[in-house]
């Protein structure tokens, strides 16, 4: 059962304007989210977290916003570049004495493509 | 900081076949990470090392599989009988969260894209 959602498999957007990437969760104990932006052949980098203290979070041109009540968030990015074309995951995890916070739960990924 | 190291990149095996992969962590981590990725999915949790113990498994990692850290440092993830159902990108992360951290960042390596013919 996927647990974390990003329902939009593509999103293509021209250089210089914004690029929404939306995630969805149906997990309430899930109180750390990241996301992670992967090129082909490579393996997923890391790009900006947000704590479910917060609903937003900031890092240059990338912001991500959560919505806990919707079991929602999304990041955004910009201005676009040509260089943000990627996948681009979403992922949560929460604190389970059980487990370990670096157990993470990613959506299938959304292909980005920024165009000049 | 050299990042996380996979070996090989790719591997082409026949159904039946062992195979083993091996993971450099980034040197001061003390966490390392197993995960799987098919076409168009996620990565998948398979287990957790904090040092040289392996903490936890996932339901996914069934007895054909096993891994190892056996000082520590470097990881081997082995598959024995290998299934066509097994192809998939295997990727290693580690992570150096501190104690009474509430996040934990992970560092991918480019990971091992198996193929079972």
């Known amino acids: 059962d996927q647990q974390v959602k990003q329902n939009s498999p593509s999103l293509s957007v021209q250089e210089g304007r914004i690029s929404i990437l939306n995630c969805d969760y149906t997990n309430s104990m899930f109180d750390y989210f990241l996301w992670y932006k992967k090129y082909p052949a490579e393996g997923p980098t890391f790009l900006i977290s947000?704590?479910?203290?917060?609903d937003k979070n900031e890092d240059g041109r990338f912001t991500v916003f959560l919505n806990k009540s919707a079991k929602h968030l999304s990041l955004h990015i910009v201005p676009s570049q040509p260089g943000d074309s990627a996948v681009y995951f979403c992922a949560a995890s929460y604190f389970d004495r059980g487990s370990t916070l670096g157990r993470l739960y990613f959506g299938r990924g959304t292909q980005l493509t920024v165009w000049p | 900081d050299t990042g996380v190291s996979q070996d090989p990149r790719h591997k082409i095996t026949k159904r039946g076949q062992n195979v083993t992969f091996r993971c450099d962590p980034i040197?001061?981590?003390?966490?390392l990470y197993w995960y799987r990725q098919t076409l168009g999915q996620g990565p998948e949790f398979l287990t957790y090392f904090q040092n040289e113990a392996q903490l936890e498994k996932s339901r996914l990692l069934s007895d054909r599989f096993s891994a190892e850290r056996p000082k520590g440092s470097f990881s081997t993830l082995e598959i024995q009988r290998t299934e066509q159902g097994d192809s998939a990108m295997y990727l290693c992360?580690?992570?150096?969260?501190?104690?009474?951290?509430?996040?934990?960042?992970?560092?991918f390596g480019s990971g091992t894209q198996l193929s079972v013919l």
């Open positions: 947000i704590s479910s203290i917060k």
């Open positions: 992360a580690s992570s150096s969260r501190g104690t009474g951290a509430t996040n934990e960042k992970l560092f």
């Open positions: 040197s001061e981590h003390n966490r």
